[in-house]
């Protein structure tokens, strides 16, 4: 009988050893998960999975990475401005992206807010709703793919989807190099590319290196020609003369445009005369928010090579 609950023992002591790697697995995943941003060290105890957004990078980075948020800013101006990825069909409408409805935003019961540093003096109140993460992609000195992919990481640390999020990432450093090549077999040597934005006849936005569009296309080693001063949201303003001095290369401007601002450009006889006009080297993109994350650098590299394949604007 000693021999036998001998034996007894030491299969109990052995089953509980067996057992300590799950138990110390399972302490190791309930260890908090803390991120560095804007506003110092935020600690969450689990993956948020209630995730309430206030501007569109942040949107579609969320659904990237496989989750809906509960709550969403400006969902009507989204499907016109961004359109892609689509809105999933419950969530909270918080209104607008500068202000967002805090009774509504409480309402969505969010466990995580991601708000940039437009709304950071909304941080205390928006932290009585749920703990808030301050990332901004458009800052000054800012390489806007660069940084709205360090983002997507922290995004996807915060609700614990992080392979998903190096997924994500690895295909569209795949995807980049394949569209890249693709437009550069439209372009051909030397030939570079001015991408613009039509807000009225007399307000142009070209993008410059740090911008969202500019960053996409160094990763695609396509040629940019704009390299001259920008706002921090990556572009210079002006009117028609801006666009003079880039005359020479490929003009690739985004959508939406107004019907009567692309009326009153066309007519322009300064638009008339310009050389990538005359010689059929203009190409229209469909909608893309050219202010995004990573999906929104994602769909213009596509958008850029398709339209070029399919020929200039007639």
């Not at 980049?176 to 693709?182: F, P």
């Not at 969202?212 to 296309?217: A, E, F, I, M, R």
Request: net charge negative; charged share 20%.
């Amino acid at each position: 009988m000693k021999i036998l609950r001998l034996f007894v023992s030491c299969l109990a002591v052995l089953g509980v050893l067996g057992a300590l790697p799950v138990f110390l697995a399972g302490r190791a995943s309930a260890e908090p998960i803390v991120i560095d941003h804007e506003r110092g060290t935020l600690t969450l105890d689990h993956p948020a999975k209630r995730v309430a957004v206030t501007n569109w990078a942040f949107t579609e980075t969320v659904m990237a990475l496989g989750l809906d948020p509960v709550a969403i800013a400006d969902p009507v101006d989204y499907r016109e401005w961004v359109a892609k990825p689509d809105l999933p069909e419950n969530f909270t409408d918080i209104g607008q992206r500068g202000s967002p409805n805090l009774e509504a935003l409480r309402a969505a019961k969010p466990d995580l807010i991601l708000i940039s540093q437009e709304l950071e003096m909304a941080y205390e109140n928006l932290s009585d709703i749920a703990p808030v993460m301050v990332l901004s992609v458009y800052n000054d000195g800012n390489v806007a793919f660069d940084t709205a992919s360090t983002m997507m990481r922290k995004v996807a640390k915060a609700i614990g989807r992080e392979a998903e999020g190096e997924a994500y990432l690895k295909q569209v450093d795949e995807k980049l190099v394949e569209y890249g090549a693709r437009v550069r077999a439209v372009l051909g040597d030397g030939n570079k590319i001015t991408i613009a934005s039509f807000y009225s006849e007399t307000n142009i936005g070209v993008f410059g290196a740090p911008s969202l569009p500019g960053s996409v296309l160094k990763r695609m080693d396509v040629p940019m020609s704009y390299d001259g001063p920008v706002s921090k949201w990556g572009f210079a303003r002006g009117g028609l003369e801006i666009l003079a001095p880039l005359a020479k290369t490929t003009l690739v401007y985004t959508n939406p445009i107004p019907d009567v601002i692309y009326q009153k450009v066309w007519s322009s006889p300064m638009w008339k005369v310009m050389d990538f006009v005359r010689n059929k080297r203009v190409y229209e993109l469909p909608v893309v928010w050219a202010y995004g994350g990573v999906a929104s650098g994602l769909r213009f590299a596509r958008l850029l090579a398709e339209s070029l394949e399919s020929g200039p604007v007639q």
